[in-house]
């Protein structure tokens, strides 16, 4: 059971290594903090969190650092501290998405690289599943003979824009004739339009250089939904990068990698909606080590909404960082 003095004393230990970047021993916290009580006084509570796994000791020094748990314990404290959310708020989501003309991607990617800026970490803002929104609208494009745009509308107004290279000599009526078939027709012609026969799609009035080109459309849509995994959008990659040198390449290489996978998106997934939700090292992944993911729910409109992450070191500002999650609305 930890006492306040302890609980007092961890916060300086996690605040002043956040702040330092090295261990703290007893004689730092008498110069930094105004203590009431004797250096023996503070070893001796030191001991104490020590034995509570809260802090530990580096080889390389007499001072301590906090362990993954004593962070956890900090950070717990801020998260129930009250009125996170009633900072007064400086992000408008809505006006962000209206300022880069209603482009969801646009927009994330602006997101993302203004957290970086703000909060001096790498940023990820995982984006909707436009998989599991409808397509409301296909359209085709010539750019030559040979080559066609299939532009996919999503019902969450994401527009994806596809390249297809075909043999056949496609002109600018053909195109016409198919899309709006194709728009006429979407919901069907996604669910079974590789399943009309020749003769089928003869009936309806097509050639078989059309049959031909819409199975194309057909499968070439497929096959983008089949492998559409490309929800991040990153900010401040190079926030990790800047900091990799002999000490910390073991540490921040499989962060990248981790970021880079799906398994970050499937993280950030997985999190409550609570407004702020902390991941700390072990919690990740046991593989993982050092790092920290703190993270919030956002919302353009009803149909398009996603979490932002902020990922650091677990030596990490977690109130500054708190704090601008909480003015984002």
Do not use: C, W
């Not at 993954?68 to 989501?93: C, I, T």
């Not at 359209?139 to 043999?167: C, D, E, P, R, Y």
């Not at 309806?204 to 057909?218: H, I, K, N, P």
């Amino acid at each position: 059971m930890i006492t306040q003095r302890q609980l007092s004393i961890l916060n300086a230990i996690v605040e002043d290594y956040v702040e330092l970047g090295q261990p703290i021993g007893s004689s730092t916290l008498i110069k930094r903090h105004n203590v009431q009580v004797s250096p023996a006084t503070i070893r001796n509570e030191m001991k104490s969190l020590e034995a509570q796994d809260l802090i530990e000791k580096t080889h390389s020094s007499s001072g301590r650092i906090p362990s993954e748990a004593g962070f956890r314990l900090y950070v717990n404290q801020l998260l129930q501290q009250p009125d996170v959310e009633g900072h007064q708020s400086k992000l408008n989501l809505s006006t962000l998405f209206s300022e880069n003309h209603y482009d969801i991607s646009t927009t994330l990617d602006r997101l993302a690289q203004l957290f970086s800026d703000r909060s001096h970490y790498t940023t990820i803002v995982v984006g909707p599943d436009h998989t599991k929104s409808s397509i409301i609208d296909v359209h085709l494009m010539s750019v030559n003979a040979n080559h066609i745009i299939v532009v996919l509308i999503h019902q969450t107004g994401h527009v994806k824009h596809l390249h297809l290279s075909s043999t056949l000599d496609v002109d600018d009526k053909t195109i016409i004739k198919l899309s709006n078939f194709m728009s006429k027709n979407i919901e069907a012609f996604l669910n079974d339009g590789n399943q009309h026969h020749i003769d089928s799609y003869r009936l309806m009035g097509f050639s078989d250089a059309e049959v031909t080109l819409l199975l194309q459309v057909y499968y070439l849509i497929k096959k983008h939904l089949a492998s559409e995994t490309s929800r991040i959008h990153l900010g401040g990659k190079h926030q990790l990068i800047e900091r990799l040198n002999e000490n910390t390449v073991t540490s921040i290489q499989p962060i990248l990698k981790y970021i880079e996978s799906n398994q970050i998106t499937h993280l950030i997934d997985q999190v409550s909606d609570m407004p702020i939700h902390i991941s700390i090292g072990s919690e990740i992944d046991r593989n993982l080590q050092g790092i920290a993911i703190v993270t919030r729910p956002y919302m353009l409109t009803q149909d398009i909404e996603g979490h932002i992450a902020i990922v650091g070191p677990t030596a990490m500002r977690y109130q500054n960082v708190i704090q601008l999650l909480s003015q984002t609305r």
